[in-house]
């Protein structure tokens, strides 16, 4: 029998803020984020608990000051962390009723939604799972042989996937003549993307191209080079078909299938700096939409579609991170971002312009902040949003953060209710990055 065919369940649980050491990344207590600019969270923070700054090699900086006040934007805690043994975590996606997550290991462990409880993995023949996709009851997954695998995902409460399919398909003909199959990827596929109405699956490898496959059909139905450099990330507007890609050539580029056709056209290419790209959001809403991309320079830069004409206008971009930003998610008004830095932030656009401010700094990695998903989990009447975090960092932990944000109107208090004792605590600190991670970042291997 097939390996990739067999599903091993084995129930286990993250450890949970309640039961951990009391630390000032993980403690179970809430934290506060700042109102008045970038900061790090803290909750009612004391001098004695500033951490030193640490001599790592890694973090020769220091965070903003930061404000505490009754009025808080947005409240987060750890929930639930998971130190991995299986080597560092690529890829997270999430689907209905779980949490995927590719690794470095041939294993794709799921988990459910919300209780972080691991009900098995799907074994695969290879490993070195870079990107991972949920759509529906597909999940797919790209391999260290440079192939793309379809599982059936679908059953919610016996956790038995089946596989559909490997792309490209074996032919047996063609393997007379060559190893390879021509649909075949020849490096590391680092990004997928599902157009949900023309069923294409799209995928962006290291070898600089974009390939096109027609998951009923099972085959290539389009391949071209994309960048001239690694592809990092592909998005797609789900509303017109848009193809975005950014690459380590430091380009973000949009392409437009031509219509009755399979093949794609370049149609503008968007480049506002010189660092690689490394990862893109796209946010729509009814009266804007906005595509974010993530560079190795720290910055996010940012996008704004005109209506008119399609053209997508530079507007403009969010500074806070110190190192690369590796990933973005874009839900609704919010954006996170994850860093090299090891933090990840929350920014929130205004309503009916382009202002962003930084809601957030989320600390507890000790390593760069590899991916990143994030779920609704609720909304109230007066706009206030719980959300759930799910960041895995090259420190080889898996965190779950839940995360309150509350409507931009509850800054707008009266001056009169706050509370005199709280105000700027001017402070140094900085996360300790681990020493593997700094070891990474002096050898230059730390992306790989």
Known sequence: MDEERKSIKLPRRLSFGSNQQSSSSEAPSIHFASTARPSTAVSEPSIDAIPRRP??????????PVRT??????????????????????SITLSKDFIFTGSESSRIHAWKQPDCTE???????SGQVRAILAYGRMLFTTHGDYKIRVWDAS????????KITTLPQRNRF??????????QHTDHISCLAYNKEDKLLYTGSWDKSVKAWKINEKRCVDSFIAHEGHVNKIVINQEDGCVFTCSSDGSVKIWRRVFGESSHILTMTLKF????????????????????????????????????SGRYNHGGFLQGHHFAVLCLVALGELI??????????????EEGNCLHSCLSVIEG??????????????????????????????????????????????????????????????????????????EKKLQGNFFQ
């Open 273 to 308: 700096q010189l660092s690689p790209v490394n990862a893109l959001a796209l946010s729509l809403s009814n009266s804007t939409t906005l595509l974010y991309s993530g560079s190795s320079d720290g910055l996010i830069n940012f996008w704004e579609k005109e209506k008119m």
């Open 155 to 162: 059953s919610a409460e016996n956790f038995r996937p089946k």
């Open 69 to 90: 006040s009754s009025s808080q934007p947005l409240l987060y805690h750890c929930i639930a962390s998971l130190h991995r043994h299986e080597g560092n975590i690529f």
């Open 365 to 438: 990695h000790h390593g760069p902040v590899r991916c990143l998903a994030v779920s609704l989990e609720t909304e109230n009447v007066v706009r206030v949003k719980g959300l759930l975090v799910y960041s895995a960092s090259l420190d080889q932990t898996f965190k779950v953060w839940r995360v309150k944000v509350f409507p931009t109107e509850k800054l707008n208090l009266d001056e009169s209710t706050k509370d005199p004792q709280r105000e700027i605590l001017e402070c140094e600190t900085s996360p300790v990055l681990s020493p593997s991670w700094v």
């Open 174 to 183: 063609s393997n007379l003549f060559s190893k390879k199959s021509s649909q």
């Open 55 to 64: 001599m790592s090699p890694g973090t020769p900086w220091t965070l903003s």
């Open 336 to 349: 996170f971002s994850g860093s090299e830095d090891a933090t990840i932030r929350v920014w929130r656009r």
């Open 119 to 125: 009900i098995g993995y799907i074994k695969a023949t």
